[in-house]
């Protein structure tokens, strides 16, 4: 019982097996707990249980009541408490994390803004739809062309085309031939010139042949007079179908291309769009199917809105052509009336109605276009 007594008032102090003083902040703190007057503390003679110290386990110290000096006994190793600064520094180290913490951002997707986008990856962007829609449109021109791909057909507007077409090709023969006769009157009109000379020079050399020689003379100087006149007024036909041809109609040709061009990208997208609708539909299809879906829309309008341009197009130039080449047909007819009938006046007041003003040799005179 006086044992069991001993043990009760006697404090416990653990150290580990290496028989050093166990530092852990809870142990300290006990230590510190305990009555520090010299009066308060009664140890008794410390005894060592039997324990290997080199064993895992940690061994116990028991004291009893304390015999000796009222001071208190020397510890080989001091205890330990708190120190103020390192826990301020601790503090300060868990109040650092905390912010961290708190400044991080959330996890998620990270969305570029449009001033942080790459103008490469734009351009290869670009390339990539390019090239797309260039497969696209190669792989509708071969079926097309082969017989197993539908093309939309507007019946009225390609009758149009194909007579605009046509007529095309004829006014350029026109031009052509109009251009020919101009270089084979001009000419004419300087054979009649040299002959006219030739007459005049005869008509001063042969006295007893004056006379005829000299009318023969005026005759020649008279046709390549007439001649310019008429020369002039080919001239001018051919600069303003020309211009009718070459500018005004080839403007609607440009239109009317870029129209084709709708064209093959609509029936190309229809052909994809259809060939996904006769697939599966399951999670993998139904995005690329919504996708093809907005492409088509996109290329259908604009494949309406091209051929509603061409529509106008044709009519207008439809109005033009007629009333340019009304006024050119009447002022070639005349002029070429006139001169093979002689009448030279007639010839002059032709070129005076449609405002013709002849030019040196070698001038370009301007078209009626451009005049007006």
């Not at 696209?136 to 085309?161: H, N």
């Amino acid at each position: 019982m006086a044992e069991e007594s001993h043990r009760s008032s006697a404090a416990e102090i653990p150290v580990t097996s290496n028989g050093d003083l166990d530092q852990n902040p809870e142990t300290v703190f006990q230590r510190n707990s305990y009555p520090s007057g010299p009066g308060d503390l009664q140890l008794a003679e410390s005894c060592v249980p039997s324990s290997n110290f080199a064993s895992t386990t940690e061994g116990i110290i028991e004291s009893g009541p304390y015999k000796g000096s009222a001071s208190l006994p020397t510890s080989p190793v001091a205890p330990v408490a708190p120190s103020s600064a390192v826990a301020s520094r601790l503090a300060r180290s868990s109040s650092d994390s905390q912010a961290d913490k708190g400044a991080q951002p959330k996890s998620g997707a990270v969305v570029l803004s449009d001033d942080l986008k790459n103008p490469a990856m734009e351009k290869l962007d670009l390339v990539r739809k390019w090239s797309i829609n260039t497969y696209k449109c190669t792989r509708q021109i071969l079926s097309e062309k082969l017989g197993r791909g539908s093309r939309t057909v507007d019946l009225e507007l390609e009758a149009q085309i194909d007579v605009l077409r046509d007529n095309k090709r004829k006014y350029q023969n026109v031009i052509k031939l109009a251009q020919t006769l101009a270089s084979q009157l001009s000419q004419i009109m300087q054979t009649q010139r040299q002959l006219g000379d030739a007459f005049a020079d005869l008509s001063l050399k042969s006295p007893e042949l004056h006379e005829e020689f000299g009318y023969n003379a005026e005759t020649q100087k008279l046709l390549s007079k007439n001649g310019d006149t008429l020369l002039g007024a080919i001239n001018f036909f051919i600069s303003s179908v020309t211009t009718l041809v070459e500018k005004t109609i080839e403007d609607t040709m440009i239109n009317i291309k870029q129209y084709e061009i709708a064209r093959v990208e609509y029936d190309a997208y229809r052909t994809d769009l259809e060939e996904l609708n006769l697939g599966p539909r399951d999670a993998t299809t139904m995005p690329k199917i919504e996708q093809s879906q907005q492409q088509f829309q996109i290329h259908r309008e604009k494949y309406e809105r091209m051929r509603n341009d061409v529509s106008v197009k044709l009519k207008f130039l439809e109005e033009n052509k007629v009333k340019v080449l009304h006024n050119q047909l009447i002022l070639f007819h005349n002029a070429i009336a006139a001169y093979y009938a002689g009448n030279q006046q007639q010839l002059e007041q032709t070129l005076k109605q449609f405002h013709i003003k002849l030019k040196m040799p070698g001038g370009d005179s301007p078209s009626w276009l451009e005049e007006h």
